[in-house]
């Protein structure tokens, strides 16, 4: 596999709490691997779950002039963010503790 825009070591201390990427779980992302590279526009998104239960995205980029950032997000929001992310790491129910409402 190739490179990939995602850091594996990231931080960030947001509203008095410290959001961690290596003692998180991966949930989803946009980061696919396409025979060239994972990103995508030179931006990634990944969906993260704390060790305690608490969500945020990690929002990547590759171009000069931007940075990296950490966004704690709702169950609900993360709900939303895991069913447009094309890569899901987890099955719904590892994610979120719960089946998937029937249609």
């Not at 994972?38 to 239960?53: F, H, M, Q, V």
Request: hydrophobic share 30%; aromatic share 12%; proline share 4%.
């Amino acid at each position: 596999m190739g490179g990939s825009a995602v850091p594996t070591k990231f931080s960030q201390i947001i509203g008095g709490k410290l959001f961690d990427i290596s003692k998180a779980t991966e949930i989803a992302g946009d980061d696919y691997w396409d025979g060239s590279n994972c990103t995508r526009s030179g931006r990634n998104t990944i969906l993260y779950r704390t060790l305690k239960g608490n969500f945020f995205l990690g929002h990547y980029t590759c171009w000069q002039g931007e940075r990296d950032s950490l966004e704690p997000i709702s169950k609900e929001e993360a709900k939303e963010w895991y069913e447009s992310l094309s890569e899901q790491r987890l099955s719904y129910e590892e994610a979120f503790g719960e089946p998937p409402e029937e249609a």
